[in-house]
């Protein structure tokens, strides 16, 4: 157990629809990470958050939002969904946002968008 | 650009042989952090080891163990003596400096290995 949660586990939608993923990240742990796991893009890196602040962006859609509350959750927000976006979403945390920081990983929330 | 190639996409072994994953890394950077991570059936990425672009030593930990080649860029993992939970598919991975911050860890394609009895 990597001590991030990640809920919901599964997820089942229609198109058009907006969704939100919730991740409460190691006790101690500052950063958050949002990855995307999808069978032809792979991993890929979202958005990463510390201390509430975002602090780097990768290939996040505009139409995908996230945010880190004070109590250093974090929230991945996808709206308008599309067929595309089914894929596997991995939160994941570190202590500090250092380049060298091993990162612990959740065990994903699974979207499917039908 | 930054990139990690993983080769083999999957590899079937029988338990007890040795095996080794391949990860070919490209990057512009002289500083720089490899790592290896596990998904298990489970689901869940488990960090498995990290290197950083200025220690070459090999390293061994149990059953497993690394070997970073900076001439050939390659960060390549080996197990011995497989066994049937070492099936899982493993990621090499390289991080991205964002000005000191690790924000984009990037991601081989992962090779999935399975151990059979």
């Known amino acids: 157990d990597s001590g991030v949660t990640q809920t919901p586990k599964h997820l089942i939608t229609a198109t058009g629809q907006r969704v939100t993923l919730r991740c409460s990240p190691r006790?101690?742990?500052?950063?958050v990470y949002w990855y995307q796991q999808s069978l032809d893009q792979g991993l890929q890196f979202l958005i990463q958050?510390?201390?509430?602040?975002?602090?780097a962006k990768g290939n996040i859609l505009e139409r995908f939002s996230a945010q880190q509350f004070p109590d250093l959750h974090s929230e991945l927000n996808l709206s308008s969904l599309e067929l595309g976006d089914s894929a596997l979403y991995f939160c994941a945390s570190s202590v500090s946002p250092a380049t060298n920081e091993k990162l612990f990983f959740g065990s994903g929330t699974q979207l499917s968008v039908l | 650009a930054q990139k990690v190639t993983q080769a083999q996409t999957e590899i079937s072994v029988v338990e007890k042989e040795d095996v080794t994953l391949d990860c070919v890394y490209e990057?512009?950077?002289?500083?720089?952090?490899l790592f290896w991570y596990k998904q298990p059936p489970s689901g869940e990425l488990v960090f498995l080891i990290r290197r950083n672009s200025f220690d070459e030593q090999n390293e061994i930990s149990g059953r497993y163990s690394w070997n970073f080649q900076k001439s050939t860029s390659s960060f390549n993992f080996t197990i011995t003596a497989s066994q049937v939970v070492d099936s899982a598919v493993y990621f090499c991975?390289?991080?991205?400096?964002?000005?000191?911050?690790?924000?984009?860890?990037?991601f081989g394609k992962g090779t999935k290995l399975s151990v059979k009895p």
């Open positions: 990057t512009r950077d002289t500083t720089y952090y």
């Open positions: 991975a390289l991080s991205e400096d964002y000005g000191g911050s690790q924000g984009n860890l990037i």
């Open positions: 006790s101690g742990d500052l950063s």
């Open positions: 958050y510390y201390n509430g602040e975002e602090r």
